[in-house]
């Protein structure tokens, strides 16, 4: 163990977050044929040809048909970030929280597949009945804040805490956003999973395990919930995996209440104070809501602070002229815009710059996956077997009753 803490290891950013900015554009965004989306340089997963070619109205009566033709035997559910093209097919849309709970409710569905990213399948599968088969549109499709938890990064991380600390004196908190492998480290541990619209349900249990919590991966999304808790700044520190014990001193992680990995999501990080202290200048009587993965500086900027679900449900519930500056997504923003026309949305973030892995879910793929089950056949199943399944199970089940 002397050895692991002594070991400098080689800073990698995730291949994900090198393509965040392929489709930030000043325009509005417009499925095309997806040989069309590849020219932008993009390394996503390889179809048919005729599928490369189809044009979006074309790929949509297909989709409508495929659907028609499957009928019960299958469901579709669709995160919020997905594209309108995508959305419109999707029986269920929602949160990570409340797609979780749907996949777990589902239990006649023979095929679920799952418009989102892979982490979210991977719930899926691990929440579904035996008989029922997940499957996400396009392999591509991870995020780039799980990427910055590698498994073995957190697992030398939990080592090194024991070691340090010891036994009962931390509990691991894991963000939706990690995957089954992470889940699973909670579970084997005592530990939780938590989502954005429930993460303070989720901390007040862990500390009634352990006087200490293990956030991870997004720093922000943890250190935000901390502060809402009374939790203060110093009583947090960040754990660097690329530094030995995080890059902090033992004296330091005796002292501290919540250990924070580094990672962030790539969207939530572009938004600033600045575009909240511009909105405000221009609509006065503007209410600021932003998604809990920004930096903790916007957060306390803003006038309200949820998931996207609670985003959604916070604007359509709101009267008839009001305005709204949004931090999150765009393809979310701009839909909100879209279904409350009588109010003012718009999103902080001048650029149009989508979740590029929410992105990769293009029509094509969706097209591709539903005509491979009319004949018969699963393509791109998620499956998760063994002890991860039962220990993030385990994870995912408290998070489902103390959340
Ligand atoms: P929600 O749970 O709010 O939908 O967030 C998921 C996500 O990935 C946000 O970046
Ligand atoms: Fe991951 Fe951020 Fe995209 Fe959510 S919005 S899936 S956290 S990269």
């Not at 070991?7 to 393509?19: A, G, S, Y």
């Not at 590849?38 to 297909?62: C, H, N």
């Not at 530990?191 to 989720?202: E, F, K, L, M, R």
């Amino acid at each position: 163990m002397a050895e692991m803490l002594t070991t400098i290891k080689r800073t990698r950013v995730p291949l994900t977050e090198l393509e965040q900015s392929a489709f930030c554009t000043t325009e509005s965004l417009v499925s095309k044929p997806l040989v069309e989306e590849f020219k932008s340089g993009v390394r996503w997963q390889r179809l048919p040809i005729e599928y490369m070619r189809t044009t979006a109205p074309e790929l949509d009566d297909r989709i409508r048909a495929a659907k028609g033709k499957l009928g019960k035997r299958l469901i579709i559910l669709g995160h919020h970030y997905q594209r309108d093209e995508i959305i419109q097919h999707a029986d269920f849309r929602g949160d990570s929280f409340k797609l979780s709970q749907l996949a777990a409710e589902q239990k006649d569905a023979e095929y679920i597949v799952f418009c989102g990213v892979h982490f979210m399948a991977e719930t899926a599968s691990v929440l579904a009945q035996p008989h029922q088969r997940v499957m996400l549109p396009n392999m591509a499709a991870g995020c780039s804040m799980s990427d910055m938890a590698q498994t073995g990064d957190v697992e030398e991380c939990w080592d090194d805490l024991m070691d340090t600390l010891g036994p009962g004196s931390i509990v691991p908190v894991a963000y939706m956003n990690c995957t089954a492998d992470l889940k699973a480290l909670c579970g084997r541990n005592n530990g939780i999973i938590c989502t954005s619209s429930i993460a303070d349900n989720v901390m007040q249990w862990a500390y009634k395990q352990a006087p200490r919590v293990i956030f991870y991966p997004d720093q922000h999304l943890g250190r935000n919930t901390g502060l809402k808790m009374g939790i203060k700044l110093d009583e947090m520190v960040l754990w660097n995996p690329f530094k030995p014990l995080g890059g902090n001193t033992k004296e330091q992680l005796g002292h501290a209440k919540l250990i924070l990995w580094k990672g962030h999501c790539s969207v939530h990080t572009r938004f600033n104070p600045k575009q909240i202290q511009e909105a405000r200048a221009k609509y006065p009587d503007i209410t600021i809501m932003v998604h809990p993965e920004c930096p903790m500086e916007v957060v306390q900027a803003a006038d309200k602070v949820g998931s996207t679900e609670q985003i959604s449900k916070a604007i359509s519930a709101a009267p008839k002229g009001s305005v709204w500056g949004v931090g999150t997504e765009i393809s979310l923003v701009n839909r909100i815009a879209k279904e409350n026309s009588d109010k003012t949305v718009f999103c902080l973030d001048p650029v149009v710059c989508p979740c590029s892995t929410m992105y990769r879910i293009h029509p094509a793929y969706l097209a591709w996956v539903l005509e491979s089950l009319v004949k018969g056949e699963v393509v791109n199943e998620i499956v998760v077997t063994g002890d991860t399944r039962k220990n993030a199970k385990l994870a995912l089940e408290r998070m489902l009753q103390y959340g």
